[in-house]
């Protein structure tokens, strides 16, 4: 989901900041913003609602572990794990089910609670690299040293979908080859070591702060008149599910148990997939007055109606494009108490054609929404093309570049 860094490093140079102004990022997500920024000198702050990707990018900006410290204690970890697991018969290595392991008695290995169980997709991880990695969390907390337990985790969280899970991505989310075994530790270590290199050579400290909150409110997070610049990628209504691509560390690290954790979560994003519209959600009343989004609303429905489309979710398509534009305007809104007056912001979005594909110019919407609303538009620069499978079309992504003037 993130941008290239280079992409930060242009529009910091393009904004002609300097080390003692700050940067906010209103949809962090894994923190490229915020990294780039602190390695430039900059101050950053971030605001991310999805607590995976908050922890993520809130142990990415914290540089204070010594990277050697880290990798002998995650090491020591490592060897009790792999000694707890040779006691119960299991070997920690990759490939087919060794013959000691297939005998181990699948009754007795580590779990999630049924609740967490059920919120992680089907078959996402097999039972026995499930019973390792709990045991590997239960080591953390065993040994936990305080420096260094967020980046290991960290590091765990990372190796969880792609070397540890049955996970395939690509465009969405889904069950691919079955793993019936794989090494946990291993990989999991390899992960602590790539932290360990990149740690090296940066300053020990950390300047970035990350909050888990609403863009949506952030007159009630952001203290008035602090940000100098905004650089960004905001959600695009592209029938992505964003709480899904992370389910299975989401929930192994412990951060949703319930399905209200992630209904909570889901209420407080920008909507910009049909399974997170919510009856009571009145963001689309903020675009009523905007005619091209409702032209837009208007085709996709009569689209819908052309096609005989007529599922739950296909019915919500034209309201969802409302949600998705309200929910920016009512982020603008509370932007601006926040911005120093001549503040220059960069919005990274994306044409869209997920809804029957309809042309969606997000960019030029985003514009227009942000003009109304008192910024000035200095430019739309073209970023990158993107090639869409479902409609075998190449959109185009740019960044929306916009100046607070200030409160007239
Ligand atoms: C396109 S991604 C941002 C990627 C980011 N540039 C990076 O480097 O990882 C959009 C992010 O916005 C977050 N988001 C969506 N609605 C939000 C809201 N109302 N408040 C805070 N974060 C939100 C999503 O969880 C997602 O992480």
Redesign the pocket.
Known sequence: ???PPHLVREYVEDFELQATQRVL?????????LVECTKLGLDSVG????PM?WYA?KVKVDWRPDPESLYDHAQQVAEAVTETLATQGIHDGSGRLTVATREVNVGALRKLPASAAKLVIKNSISPLPLHKTLTLLHELEEQKEPEFYDHERLALAGALPSDIGNLRFGPEVGVGKIRHDTAVVDPWLRRVAKITEDLDGLPRERTARVIL????KLDSLIEKDSIDAVI?????PNEKD??RICRLESVILGFWTTNSDIRD?KK???R?NTRSVYKDDQDDMLVEGHPEIQRVAHEIEERRIELGKDSGFERLYSRLIRLYFG?MVR?LSGIRPCLRSGAKLAY?VGDQASYLQVMIRTGALLADLAGHLGFEVLRIDPFRKRFATATAKELQEEVVVLRWPGDS
Do not use: C, K, M
């Open positions: 989901l993130s941008f990022d209103p949809f962090s997500g894994i923190g490229t913003t605001v991310e609602r999805n990707s990018s909150g609403d863009a949506r960004t990628s905001p959600p695009y964003y709480t979560v407080d994003l920008v910009s929910g982020h990274v």
